[in-house]
């Protein structure tokens, strides 16, 4: 399972989603509002969008198709 922590009205985040449709993964992303849980806004606050996978790692914003690309296949932590 990978996650997006993003919050409504946030351009960055929608050009997150973006570059996940690019690259055809963006049905297996869960978006998650940080705005609904106070423990996710105090953790995310102001860097969203962020990117986690099951195991664990972050790829926080800003990054690129490659950089995605590269963590959503395991490569970068």
Do not use: K, N, T
């Not at 009205?9 to 049905?27: P, S």
């Not at 609904?36 to 690129?64: H, N, Q």
Request: hydrophobic share 45%; proline share 4%; with cysteine.
């Amino acid at each position: 399972m990978i996650r997006l922590y993003e919050r409504p009205g946030c351009h960055l985040c929608e050009e997150a989603w973006e570059l996940l449709a690019a690259l055809g993964v963006a049905d297996a992303v869960q978006g998650v509002d940080i705005d609904g849980d106070v423990e996710l806004g105090v953790r995310y606050g102001l860097r969203i969008p962020v990117l986690e996978r099951a195991d664990g790692a972050a790829l926080e914003w800003p990054f690129d198709a490659d950089r995605l690309g590269a963590f959503l296949s395991g490569v970068e932590s």
